[in-house]
Each structure stands twice: as C-alpha cells, then as structure tokens.
C-alpha cells in the first residue's frame, strides 16, 4: 500500500496529477479540492494517497488533506461506491460539508455530484449516517467539527424549521453551516437566513 508521495509536481490535467518520487512518476487521480490547492508545476508536493488494485489495473488516488484521504477511504466502504464516484463526491464538497449533509439526512446535495443517483446518495446517508454524526463532546469520523451535534440538538431544530419555513433540506443544510453549531436555535436561524436571502 502507497501511503503518501512526496516529490515534485511534474504534470496535471483537469482530474489527475503526476508527482516525481526518486524518479520515478505516479499519475494520481484527485478531487477538484485537491486540484485548487495545488503548486505551480516544478514545485514540491505532498499527497496522502490511496491505491486501488483491480485485476487488470492499479490505481492511485491523491488528496491534498488526511481528512479529504479519509473521508474517501469512509466512502468506498458503502456498497455501490466505488473509487471514481467518491473522488467525484469530494469534487463536488468538502468533507466537513460532507459529513454535515449525510449526518443531516440530505441525500439530495449528494446527488450534485457527477454519476451519483438518488437510490445511491440515499444509501450514503444510510450508512454513514452513524459514522459521521455523534453525540456531544464525541469525535465526529475525520476529525468534522461542522457535523458535531447534528443528531437530535440545536442545528438539527434548526434546520427543521428552515424547511418549515419552505426551505428545501440543501438549502436548509448549506445555510445552516454557516452558523457556529454550538449557538442557539434562533442564532443559528438567523445567521442561516442572512445566507437565503
């Protein structure tokens, strides 16, 4: 297992990277996050990776963070997820987003992401949903502050009666994160309207 390249960034493309190790050039497939994040080519890079071996193929995945690498490792492990729709689940949002959308029950903000359907989304938020959400002062799975107290408190009422008030749940969920979760349901309300209108 490749656990991490550090080298030189010696190519890119709008999906993948090549990183020069001793060497020798590793193609690592990466996220739009990742890719936004970059150095100028020539210059040193640091990548967490993962590496995918299939009958007839090797494959490296490159994250610019342990977090965005973990996040993946927590998507390929739902049924029906395989390497090229997490890494196309992590273009579309940052796993702090992430894990506040499946711990919300927001299947439909994941479904933005290229190839993922609802039938799959839905079983995202179902599986996951234990792995990322937990009770106060507990770890949230890739170290996710956003998704901290989601279950049952005051960003979960909060969000409930952002969609009372017609909000669709993404909207709801999006604006919501912009508000300190640890603030009081009507601050957070409020903070969350400010970003709906």
Known sequence: ?????????????????????????????????????????????????YMNVRED????????????????????????VGPKAAIAILSEMQPDKLSFCIAAGDAKAITKAQGVGPKLAQRIVLELKDKVAAPAGEPVAGGNAVADNVSGDNMGQAIAALVALGYSQSEAVSAAAKADPSAPVEMIIKTALKYLF
């Open 57 to 80: 193929a090797v494959d490296l995945f490159g994250f610019i963070t342990k977090d965005e690498m973990e996040t993946f490792r927590l998507l390929i492990s739902v049924n029906g």
């Open 1 to 49: 297992m490749i656990y991490s390249l550090n080298g030189i960034l010696i190519d890119r493309d709008l999906s993948s990277v090549v990183i020069e190790c001793g060497g020798v050039g590793y193609k690592c497939s990466v996220t739009n996050q990742t890719l936004r994040q970059l150095p100028e080519t020539g210059s040193k890079l640091f990548l967490y990776t």
